[in-house]
């Protein structure tokens, strides 16, 4: 972490206040990684200074400039090739991490195809020596639990891991670890979300990770598909994918957090990819018998207006911020979002 | 801390299992107090073992027994009748904080009543060397802001205190905290309540609280009232009690936490002290802007079947937990409940 990044070592009320701001990447720049750099361009708290994606990266300690990003990426395919800054080369994350030592934090904006790979960063990350705080928005179970199996990796190299801290998992299974505090016993979770998009190109590996929970298909399956394939699969849809008993991490997550059996938790949705508007609206039910014996269920739900990527980065750069306040009193590991109170990112 | 809680040291997922409960007491034995133990009792992570009313108090290592505990109260009028284990006397705090020093945490589920009692509670724990948790669902904004200037003594005593952990502020409270994170910029945070309960008397000091924010009243008038004239202010209201812009600390919790400055921030609600039926959802509103421009609303509600003691209680406990966890790691002084992820309690 950047010896300029100082709170109140006293105590947390107060501790939001840094005196100068935290210096954060986003490895990734598709739809997500660049909605990511959009956001973070407009935090004061933050100051967006590395971004990777597959073919290069780019880094300055002064800030990256959004739109020379943007303008290279769209024109040329690659960060790599921003000027100046940029560097091409086909070992992208690990040449950033090794020159970017003062970045305080990382958001994993990249898609997990294959269904290994956010692991396989995070061991690049194990490996490099760097210590700081790590965010990723993964979804599946199995992406988590191959997390799990480094998490006494990440605390002896001093990283501050949170995995699952997009929308959902992330939001909705934050809301869901506070709304079981009025239960003695939670009986079901059940995440139902509602995405809207005007047109799938723009989130194409998004739309593939989603294609890949219906019957049938498969992450290899569904990151093997042709452009022209994804098409044809929405046309006879009529652009819409219907996803249901999906495999997502708020399970685990939750089971961890110790607050139900994985058995408890459902997630599936509506994604429509050709109408901005969402088919219906996002929202976490939480089930449950009360100490008196009563059976009830709290409700959280989003607003309609806010985008897939609203819910995701937003999330994401807020359990950052609060990682930084851990990996600042030493503390390490793995964690999930249902146990950290994300904080909130001006 | 008791040397017997010890969780995982490494990292913090998986550190919710105990090898032994946490040791906890309950300050205040009126209907929330009450309500608290009688949550305790069914927690297998909790040992109820401390109790304290105005004119006594009640210990045993081995936990409280609630039945006789309710009995010695309802029928003397204090736990100091308890046989064994009831002290009477009239510094029943100060008392039991010498004696059971083994005690991991209190949640303080007293009235408020003067509004410099809670405090003055949280000076009684500073003088008497006991370091531990602390944990209040304490209402007014002005009451927080007097534990805030406790803040470096606190830490200083090795005290790790969460305030504002019922259910408004508290659940609530938290709930706004995820919801903003879906946004740039956070305008509005309206908390809207709705309280039943079958009859006032099962309350009296909370009902009094409620009282003290109609126009007109203060928590010195309220207080000095007669039954006989709540039961008259009742009988003109046909029992029910709007209250409206009260004086809730969420105000002040969500500017601590960065998320909006505290004018943004409206509580109020309907209680009817004659009907266990909610007159409304309770719910809080969270409207921002994202970063892309658009103005929205998430909405938490919480299930009517949920009792105000369920959504009071659990909370407190569920921060507790939390607030064990951060004391392991040496973490001290006063933290609110929109900054910490509370830990659900089995």
New interface residues.
């Given amino acids: 972490m950047s010896a300029q990044v100082r709170g109140n070592t006293?105590?947390?009320?107060?501790s939001?206040?840094y005196i100068a701001p935290m210096r954060v990447g986003v490895l990734g720049f598709g739809g997500l990684g660049q909605?990511a750099a959009?956001?973070l361009v407009?935090k004061q708290e933050m100051l967006w200074v590395a971004a990777a994606d597959l073919k290069g990266y780019a880094y300055s300690g002064e800030g990256l400039n959004l739109d020379t990003c943007l303008a290279a990426y769209q024109s040329q395919g690659s960060l790599g090739y921003l000027e100046p800054g940029g560097i091409l080369t086909s070992r992208s994350i690990q040449e950033l991490i090794a020159q970017a030592s003062s970045v305080d934090g990382y958001f994993l904006a990249l898609p997990n195809l294959p269904n290994t790979f956010i692991a396989s960063v995070a061991q690049m990350f194990i490996k490099s020596g760097w210590r700081g705080v790590l965010v990723d928005a993964i979804k599946r179970t199995s992406a988590v639990e191959q997390l799990?199996v480094l998490?006494?990796e990440?605390?002896e190299a001093g990283i501050t891991y949170l995995t699952g801290c997009g929308a959902t998992p992330g939001?909705l299974t934050?809301?869901a670890?506070?709304?079981?505090?009025?239960?003695?016993e939670?009986h079901q979770v059940k995440i139902t979300f509602g995405v809207g998009i005007a047109n799938w190109e723009a989130y194409r590996a998004t739309i593939r990770e989603d294609i890949a929970h219906l019957p049938g298909y498969s992450v290899e399956r569904a990151r093997a598909m042709t452009d022209a394939e994804v098409e044809a699969l929405l046309d006879q849809t009529n652009g819409v994918l219907t996803l249901e008993n999906m495999e997502h991490a708020d399970d685990v997550m939750l089971e961890?957090?110790?607050?139900c059996s994985r058995d408890c938790v459902t997630v599936g949705g509506v994604v429509d990819t050709r109408n901005p508007k969402k088919p219906l609206s996002t929202n976490v039910q939480v089930?449950g018998r009360?100490?008196?014996g009563?059976?009830?269920?709290?409700?959280?739900?989003?607003?309609?207006?806010?985008?897939m990527?609203?819910?995701v980065?937003?999330?994401a750069f807020?359990y950052l911020k609060a990682g930084v306040a851990l990996q600042r009193?030493g503390?390490?590991?793995?964690?999930?979002a249902?146990?950290?109170?994300?904080?909130?990112v001006?």
């Fill in positions: 006293n105590s947390s009320v107060g939001s206040k909605a959009r956001m407009a799990l998490k006494e990440l605390a939001l934050a809301g670890a506070i709304a079981a505090q009025s239960y003695a939670v961890l957090a110790g607050i089930t009360t100490f008196e009563k059976i009830s269920t709290h409700t959280f739900t989003l607003g309609d207006e806010t985008s990527a609203a819910n980065c937003g999330p807020g009193r503390i390490y590991g793995l964690f999930t249902a146990e950290i109170m994300p904080q909130f001006k």
